[in-house]
């Protein structure tokens, strides 16, 4: 009695010890997490958030264990192995039931059906998680009282008469469950339709009758054990198959909720069908009819996995008991391995999507992102950065490996030998290597200008005789956009020497024209100051790298004086920049009174003598000086023309 007594003062101890961890740690440092709202997250934040919930009562259970068992073996003095047989019995029985409690409370939520994973209501959730409490409990309970049984020397046929028993009180209250919640769990199940679909037939027929089946499938079960605890081979091979047989339901709702979402990822990420659709405008008849053929298609595909998940699980219990069907137990070994490998594919190509995703997101622009697209003369979007151009193909790269490596690894559960398939793949990679020599310069030489960061997307490029923007990179071309609309594939061995004019500044110089008499200092400072009010302006004045300003007068023609204007900006925003200082130049001349050269022709008549100089009609002088002025203006034409359709061959000149 005193022995027992010590026991409960030393897990009362280590209770004590978690009490104070929890007052003085959580109390302080833990900040209770606020409710998610129903319906506002996804499943992986719920449960994420469920595990922010339940990380208090997992530390405590730790300081619990560990304060509970130092307690003991420092202050226990009584040399009794059966005392210190007991304590740890009890201590890992009552660590083992709260470690149930915990995941339990992870799963279904009872408190709160924000964090809850597994749809379904409160009332149901608060009773699952109870029942699964306490029936492991009940378990663990008994196992470790055949433990200690068996320790302190009782005969193994007393032991298994003892296991036989408990397994018959855990069944017929099992049984008595059923019958007690038959109503309830009906109502869930019909209520459980996906989609707001209305049940089939064989859903409420299930319904109605799912009571016999479970009171049969534990009838069998007891049977089951009752020839286990009777063979002795049945018994040494299948230790745990009365616990995974008897937990199949959880166990199943867990497998049953992963190829659910196996289903719907894969579907989505195929976009065959997608659960929520971000509309912002109402979509068209033949698109609700496409949606709702997508939807149709979902079911059957979800209904047809689910089918065979059960009978994946109907032949693993079996297999737990010795039971062989031939074909169908190998078939489903290999199922259960597919849900497991493609589970974790998934969830890898999911984290990994969508962290390039959100890099991806991060590196376009701000006002690409509020749907105002800046002007640019060059027809290209605005440029992005390195990441925008490197994690696509990365993720196509990844995407790619990870498909190969998951179809391999099924072949080879399924039991074929991968091996010579992979020494097939080498010897056609090497023959597709020396037959498409072409196709591997290409993606070198890409792979390469991706390397040495040449060009990105929504950069403007000249490479050979082609220009234009960047709109797209995959491992053999690059498309360029040309800035008046036409889309050119390039393949990367054939760019040759590359023209980014994208990195650095775009130098801008542009001619006006005045007459002699115009004031060249005055004009020099009217660009002056025009420069430093256009570095002001909110819209364009941080894209100056150098601002306007005059560089004198650059030539004297025939009739005009012509002084050259210069500035320096960020690549694609000159065109504007040019735009706004024509007319700020053109506004603030006008001002001070000086006005651009007209274009003129001056012609002087000769003199035809003092005597028929008298006689001569000054109209006849004006048309003769007319018409010489003509003359001059058309051999100037011919000349420009001339020199225009020499340079026709040429491309054009992006700089406008």
Excluded at 64 to 92: N, R
Excluded at 469 to 481: A, C, G, K, P, Q
Aim: glycine share 8%; proline share 3%; with cysteine.
């Amino acid at each position: 009695m005193a022995n027992s007594f010590w026991i409960l003062f030393f897990i009362g101890a280590g209770y004590l010890v978690e009490v104070l961890f929890r007052r003085i740690f959580l109390a302080k440092y833990f900040i209770k997490m606020p409710p998610l709202g129903i319906g506002n997250r996804g499943n992986w934040e719920k449960f994420s958030g469920s595990i922010a919930q339940v990380l208090p009562d997992f530390i405590g259970l730790i300081f619990f264990f560990a304060g509970a068992y130092f307690a003991f073996t420092l202050f226990f003095w009584v040399d009794s192995p059966w005392v210190e047989l007991v304590f740890m019995a009890v201590i890992i029985a009552v660590t083992c039931i709260r470690v149930i409690q915990i995941i339990s409370k992870l799963v279904f939520s009872p408190a709160s059906g924000d964090f809850r994973v597994i749809p379904m209501g409160d009332r149901s959730a608060f009773t699952s998680h109870r029942l699964l409490v306490w029936a492991s409990g009940y378990i663990i309970a008994a196992l470790m009282l055949a433990v200690v049984a068996r320790r302190l020397g009782a005969e193994l046929e007393t032991v298994r008469l003892l296991q036989l028993l408990i397994a018959t009180l855990l069944l017929v209250v099992t049984g008595a469950g059923v019958l007690k919640y038959r109503k309830q769990v009906q109502d869930h199940l019909i209520a459980g339709a996906m989609d707001d679909q209305s049940p089939s037939w064989g859903r409420t027929q299930f319904a109605k009758i799912w009571h016999i089946l479970a009171l049969l499938y534990l009838a069998i079960l007891w049977f089951l054990t009752l020839s286990g605890l009777a063979d002795p081979e049945i018994q040494g091979k299948g230790g745990g198959a009365f616990l995974l047989s008897f937990f199949v339901v959880p166990i199943w709702m867990v497998a049953d909720q992963l190829i659910q979402w196996v289903v719907g990822y894969a579907m989505s990420t195929l976009r065959l069908h997608q659960h929520d659709y971000d509309d912002q405008v109402e979509p068209s008849e033949e698109t609700l009819e496409q949606r709702e053929k997508g939807r149709a298609f979902f079911l059957k595909v979800n209904s047809f996995a689910r089918i065979v998940v059960i009978g994946a699980f109907v032949v693993w219990v079996a297999n737990l008991w010795e039971i062989r069907i031939p074909f169908f137990s190998e078939l489903a070994a290999f199922m259960l391995d597919s849900i497991i490998i493609l589970t974790v594919a998934l969830v890898f190509w999911q984290f990994i999507n969508s962290w390039i995703e959100r890099k991806i997101q991060e590196s376009i622009p701000e006002g690409e992102e509020d749907g105002e697209e800046a002007e640019d003369e060059w027809g290209g979007a605005a440029t992005r950065g390195r990441a925008y151009t490197l994690l696509p193909m990365l993720r196509k790269f990844v995407g790619s490996v990870l498909l190969v490596m998951v179809t391999m690894i099924l072949l080879s559960s399924l039991g074929v030998d991968i091996g010579p398939l992979l020494a097939g793949a080498g010897v056609i990679g090497l023959a597709i290597g020396f037959g498409a020599q072409k196709l591997v310069a290409d993606v070198f030489s890409g792979f390469f200008y991706l390397l040495d960061d040449a060009f990105r997307v929504g950069e403007y490029l000249n490479a050979g005789t082609v220009s234009g923007t960047v709109e797209t990179i995959t491992l053999r071309n690059v498309m360029l956009r040309h800035h008046r609309g036409m889309l050119q594939i390039i393949p990367h061995s054939e760019l040759g020497a590359i023209t980014n004019f994208m990195r650095g500044g775009i130098v801008v110089k542009f001619n006006l024209d005045f007459p002699y008499d115009a004031p060249i200092d005055k004009i020099r400072k009217v660009i002056k100051k025009v420069g430093q009010k256009m570095l002001e302006n909110e819209e364009y004045g941080k894209d100056f790298i150098r601002p306007v300003k005059s560089q004198g007068v650059r030539e004297i023609a025939n009739s005009v004086m012509t002084i050259r204007v210069k500035f320096t900006a960020q690549p694609g925003t000159h065109f504007v920049i040019r735009r706004e200082a024509y007319r700020l130049i053109t506004e603030a001349l006008s001002e001070q009174g000086i006005h651009y050269a007209h274009r003129k022709v001056i012609v002087d008549v000769a003199d035809l003598g003092e005597g028929e100089g008298e006689k001569q009609d000054p109209e006849v002088k004006k048309q003769l000086a007319g018409a010489a002025a003509m003359r001059t203006i058309e051999e100037e034409e011919q000349a420009a023309a001339a020199a225009a359709a020499g340079k026709a061959g040429s491309k054009d000149d992006p700089m406008g």
